[in-house]
Structure formats: C-alpha cells, structure tokens
C-alpha cells in the first residue's frame, strides 16, 4: 500500500466537512495488461463494497436497537 500524504492545511477543506469525509483509494487494474474497463469496473465494484459495508452497518445498528427496545418493555 502507498503512503498517506495529508493535505497541506487542516483549513484545506470547508469546516462543514471536516470529519465527513471519506477517502478511498482504489488499486485499480492498468493498462496495457488489463484492457477497458477494467479499471473503471474496479472504482465502481469498491463503490458499491463501500455502500454495501455502511448499509450493513445500518442494518446491525438498526437491528440492536430493537432488541433493545424490545427488551426494555
């Protein structure tokens, strides 16, 4: 894996947005050993893993807070 290079400046972004972003980086499949679209089908199949992952997370919280409230009744 490559480094992580912080930005220049903590005030690079808008303050809205710090500690919502989320970066990714894809190790996408290049050319010429791997023709088109390869690559492109690696950024969206890490898209959707990424969507997958934060809905499943969803789902489990969703799913502990009504075994919760089911208990405390």
Known sequence: MG???PPPAADAFPP????RLKVVSV???LAPRHRHP???Q???TALARGQTTRRERLSR???T???????SR
């Not at 809205?16 to 500690?19: R, S, V």
């Not at 009504?66 to 208990?71: D, N, R, T």
């Open 65 to 71: 807070a009504l075994a919760a409230h089911s208990l």
């Open 38 to 40: 390869s690559a492109m």
């Open 42 to 44: 690696d950024v969206l």
């Open 16 to 19: 809205q947005l710090t500690g």
């Open 3 to 5: 480094a992580v290079t």
């Open 61 to 63: 919280w969703a799913a």
């Open 27 to 29: 190790d996408y499949r």
